[in-house]
């Protein structure tokens, strides 16, 4: 948590630092919409990176990476529910192409474990991560229109709100941990690349082409994270991890390709 708190706090701080005629220039339109924002914050930020980190506690970063190409699975579900977006075929193919890859890498594999419903606790903690982040996403389409350090301010502003009741449990609990020399030196790359470049061009992205196919390109997080996850620590790659990482893949490939056909029929009347 006090990792958490730290990346959206210094991001905060760093925005209103540089940025703060531009922050003040949008607040009004901001101002409508405050409670909506924050509350993206607290959920696309502080909700994900929480369940995430806790979920690194209890399984491996193999089987963290791999879920959360399921991310577009819950882009696509509180698209269409919430705002009616249009489905093709290809996308539906490979929506359920993604699910049965999640499908395999929560069983780790085993028809049995899937049946007794035996899956493993970060496993289900990264599951409700995936799901934070996709509502995040999909409703992210409903923001107003103001310049990204503005909106990027006020999410960060709501992710750290949110992170502080968290991190005063955390320090009752006698679990907190802060940074070294070394913990430093990752929270300065998490705050710069992840925390602040990465989310604002994932946000010009959602505005670009739209949720679910911006979602889709999570998936290819799987990728890198196994490579790392296998190269720097060593962890063991297995049968399944192979087959979801291939159906994932698969499942992308395919609704790009349908998303890409669908964005070029005309809009319903």
Known sequence: MVLVTIRWAIVMIALYFFKQKQIAADWPAIRLRLGYLLLLGALGFTVFSVAF??????????????????????????????????????????????????????????????????????DALMLVAIIAYGIYTATLRSKPQVHWTSLMFVLCLGATLASLPLLAFEMV????????????????YIVIFPSLLGQ??????????????????????PIWGVLLAVTILGEEFHL???????????GISLAEYGGRKLSQLPAKK
């Open 240 to 250: 399944y991890h192979a087959t979801a990482l291939i159906m994932i893949l698969a």
């Open 200 to 221: 604002v061009f994932y946000i010009q992205a959602v505005e670009l082409i739209g949720a679910n196919r911006a979602g889709l390109f999570i998936n290819l997080l």
């Open 173 to 188: 609990q006698g679990a907190t941990a802060f940074p070294d020399m070394q913990g430093w030196i990752a929270i300065i």
């Open 53 to 122: 980190y806790y979920a690194l506690v209890y399984t491996t970063a193999i089987n963290t990476s791999i879920l959360q190409g399921g991310m577009p699975l819950f882009v696509f579900a509180v698209s269409f529910f919430l705002f009616s977006s249009r489905v093709g075929p290809g996308q539906a193919i490979g929506f359920t192409f993604s699910f049965i890859g999640v499908i395999v890498i929560a069983a780790r594999g085993e028809l049995a474990n899937l049946i007794a419903l035996s899956i493993n606790g970060g």
